[in-house]
Nanobody, 122 residues
């Protein structure tokens, strides 16, 4: 089993930066792809980014490319999402996910965190 616990969300002004963190536990965590998804109120859940087990492969949604950076530290069992130049449209609940295969399809991920809220003011 893999357990995911997220932190780092909050209220931030547009143009600022924020770093989200996901602490993971589980025997196979170091071999899993990790990803972030987000969901705004009343909207569908969207893919944000993924990172492979060794960090060699990263993949970003077009809407966040150039502003978001995903990284992982397998020794510490953590994955992070650094967000720069925050925009009001980034306001959403952000979810950490883990699975044996990466990609933008949420069905590829077997484990999910509880979500952390990011609110961006203008």
């Amino acid at each position: 089993q893999v357990q995911l616990v997220e932190s780092g969300g909050g209220l931030v002004q547009a143009g600022g930066s924020l770093r989200l963190s996901c602490a993971a536990s589980g025997r196979t965590f170091d071999r899993f792809f990790m990803a972030w998804f987000r969901q705004a109120p009343g909207k569908q859940q969207d893919f944000v980014a993924h990172i492979s087990w060794n960090g060699a492969s990263t993949y970003y949604a077009d809407s966040v490319k150039g502003r978001f950076t995903i990284s992982r530290d397998n020794a510490k069992n953590t994955v992070s999402l650094k967000i720069n130049n925050l925009k009001p449209e980034d306001t959403a609940a952000y979810y950490c996910a883990a699975g044996p295969v990466g990609g933008s399809d949420r069905n590829r991920y077997n484990y999910w965190g509880q979500g952390t809220q990011v609110t961006v003011s203008s």
